[in-house]
């Protein structure tokens, strides 16, 4: 099975041998490349609509892996029992929404050793929960497919300290190995902060506001980051 740059990156962060789950699994393609990588003697892919679980099936079916991909149907880590696997992969979906699958089943991310996370948008708000609730990012990496940037995290369990606002945005990993991608990812948020502001600053009343005040300091932030 051969993946797309995005999913072949989450891939490449999956430990091997692991046993995994792959939340929101589409056409089961990610599941499918796992196993016939060697990567994972077993996988459980599951997808809350029925369309994506009957794709999933028709995929396991015709690349022969019956009996090595378990296909489900239901909403996010509810789908698991307590040790079933020990990895969970969540690509494709926002940050926040992430955050409320893995909260909604806290016996079951308790019970994980790694998760493979590429969300599109929240990048920020999803590291805050995972330092918050001691996990934290043991390898990120910075891609591009369809002229725009993603970002694939590797979470382990391991409480550390909650990086600041500005690092979490960017990524503390991405931060410290200074991956390739890195000033364009910084550009990008930059760009967005800047947009923001000068959107403020038509009105007297939000330029006074905290929130104003907060996005200016985020921009000052960003363009230190910028300086290596």
């Known amino acids: 099975m051969k993946l797309d740059a995005r999913l072949a990156a989450v891939a490449a962060f999956v430990p ?7 939340i929101g699994t589409d ?5 499918a ?12 892919a599951s997808d809350l609509p029925a369309g994506p679980c009957e794709a999933a099936r028709r995929t396991v079916r015709e690349e022969g892996l019956t009996g090595k ?17 020990d990895t969970v992969c969540i690509a494709g979906m926002g940050g926040v929404l992430m955050t409320e699958i893995l909260a909604a089943a806290p016996e079951v991310w308790r019970s994980l050793t790694a998760l493979v996370l590429q969300p599109m948008t929240g ?6 929960s995972l330092y918050a609730h001691a996990w934290h990012g043991a390898d990120e990496k910075l891609g591009v497919a369809d002229d ?9 369990r391991g409480r ?11 990524g503390p990993v991405l931060l410290t190995r200074r991956d390739e991608y890195l000033r364009q990812h910084i550009e990008s948020q930059l760009f967005l902060a800047r947009r923001a502001a000068a959107g403020m600053e038509k009105s007297e009343r939000a330029k006074k506001s905290a929130k104003y005040q ?15």
């Open 69 to 85: 991909i378990e296909v489900r149907q239901g909403d996010g880590l509810t789908v698991l029992q307590p040790g079933e696997v």
């Open 27 to 31: 056409h089961g393609y990610l599941a």
């Open 160 to 170: 550390r300290k909650m990086p600041a606002d500005v690092t979490l945005a960017i």
């Open 16 to 22: 091997q041998g692991s046993r995994v789950a792959d």
């Open 123 to 128: 990048e920020e708000e999803l590291r805050r």
């Open 148 to 156: 725009r940037l993603y970002t694939v995290i590797r979470a382990a």
């Open 214 to 228: 907060a996005v200016c300091q985020r921009i000052k932030e960003l363009e230190e980051k910028l300086v290596w």
């Open 33 to 44: 490349a796992l196993v016939e990588e060697g990567r994972a003697p077993f996988v459980i």
